[in-house]
């Protein structure tokens, strides 16, 4: 059983800076790939990005590619979502997830646990 609970989001300017934080209960967190998803109003739940289980290997969407940055510290059980260069179309409730696939996912099915998000809005 894990326990996910995200931090971080709140209201920033466009062109701004975000860090976003999970941090997971339990002592396996190593034994768990890493995700970011993002949903916005009316919209479907998408991936942002993944990160595996060692954090040796790292997977993100197109959209954020090259802004955002995930990043995991297995000692303190904590993922991270390191978002720049923030526009309108990044705001969205901020979801981080659990997978026990080993070197990290894009699909929202295989991901077993989900913390409950964070929201992120970007003013112009």
């Known amino acids: 059983q894990v326990q996910l609970v995200e931090s971080g989001g709140g209201l920033v300017q466009v062109g701004g800076s975000l860090r976003l934080s999970c941090t997971a209960s339990?002592?396996?967190?190593?034994?768990?790939?890493m995700g970011w998803f993002r949903q916005a109003p009316g919209k479907d739940r998408d991936f942002v990005a993944t990160i595996s289980r060692s954090g040796g290997r790292t997977y993100y969407a197109d959209s954020v590619r090259g802004r955002f940055t995930i990043s995991r510290d297995n000692a303190e059980n904590t993922v991270y979502l390191r978002m720049g260069s923030l526009n309108p179309e990044d705001a969205a409730v901020y979801y981080c997830?659990?997978?026990?696939?080993?070197?990290?996912?894009?699909?929202?099915?295989?991901?077993?646990?989900w913390g409950q998000g964070t929201q992120v809005t970007v003013s112009s």
């Open positions: 997830a659990a997978s026990t696939h080993a070197y990290g996912t894009i699909y929202p099915h295989e991901y077993g646990y």
């Open positions: 339990g002592r396996t967190f190593s034994s768990y790939a």
